[in-house]
C-alpha cells in the first residue's frame, strides 16, 4: 500500500508542476496546487492506517450508534435510526484487515427510489437528518466528524418500525477541540455579520499558523479585499 501511495505522490507532484507552471493559470493567479500535494497524500496514508481507522471507528460508534430522528413528510411519518456496524474483533485482532458485521441495506438512492411514491421526499429528508446529526456531534457534541460521508458509505434499510441508517468506512475522520469548535462559531458569526476582522482572526486560529506562507495582516487585508 505504502508503494502505491509514493507512486501517487510522484505522479500528484508531476501533475502539480504542470499546472502551477501554465501561462494562462499563472495570468489568472490561481491558487497553486503543488502546496497541496503533501496534504492530500498523508490523507490517503492516514486512511490506509488501520489503528487508526479502528480508533475512528469506535468515535463513531460513540458519535452516531442510537441516533434516532423522525422523518415526517405530507403523507408519511416514520423514526431513523443511526448504526454502526460492529467490528468482529476476534476476525480483526492479528489481521491486516478490519471485519465488521454483515450490513444489511442498499443506497439511499435504490431506497428511495423503491418507495418514490410513499415517500417522495424520503432521500432528501434523510440527508437532512444525517447532516443535522453530523453537524450536532461535530459542534456540539464530542467534536467527532466523519470525513467521507458519501452515498456509498450509508446503507439504508427500510423495515416497517423505522428506516435504518448504516454509517459505515472510517477511514476518514477525526475529533474537534474545543477550542477548533469556538472558533467556528465565531467563524459562523463573522460570516453571518460580515465582520472581515472576525473572520479572519477565526480562520487564523482556526489554521496550522506555524505553517502559513502568509502574515496574519496580509490574510486580514486579502479578507478585507
Known sequence: ???????????????????DS???????????????????????????????????????????RGQTDWLMSSNYKTKIIYRVPEII????????????????GESLDKAAESY??????????????????W???????????????????????VTDEAIIVNIIDYGMGGTLTEE????????GAGLELRYADVIAKSLWKLSNDTENKISFQDFTKLIKE
Open 22 to 64: 501554465r501561462p494562462d493559470l499563472v495570468k489568472m493567479s490561481a491558487p497553486k496546487i503543488s502546496p497541496i500535494v503533501m496534504d492530500i497524500v498523508n490523507g490517503a496514508r492516514a486512511e490506509l492506517n488501520r489503528k487508526d481507522t479502528l480508533e475512528r471507528h469506535k468515535q463513531g460508534a460513540k458519535s452516531y
Open 1 to 19: 500500500a505504502d508503494t502505491k501511495i509514493m507512486e501517487d505522490e510522484r505522479i500528484f507532484t508531476e501533475i502539480a508542476k504542470i499546472m
Open 180 to 187: 477548533q469548535m469556538r472558533q467556528s462559531f465565531i467563524l
Open 116 to 133: 418514490r411514491n410513499l415517500a417522495p421526499d424520503m432521500k432528501r429528508l434523510v440527508i437532512e437528518s444525517l447532516v443535522g446529526l
Open 89 to 104: 474483533d476476534s476476525l480483526t485482532e492479528n489481521s491486516h484487515i478490519i471485519v465488521s458485521e454483515l450490513v444489511q
Open 135 to 157: 453537524v450536532k456531534t461535530s459542534f456540539f457534541g464530542n467534536g467527532f466528524y466523519h470525513s467521507d460521508l458519501h452515498p456509498g458509505n450509508i446503507i439504508v434499510r
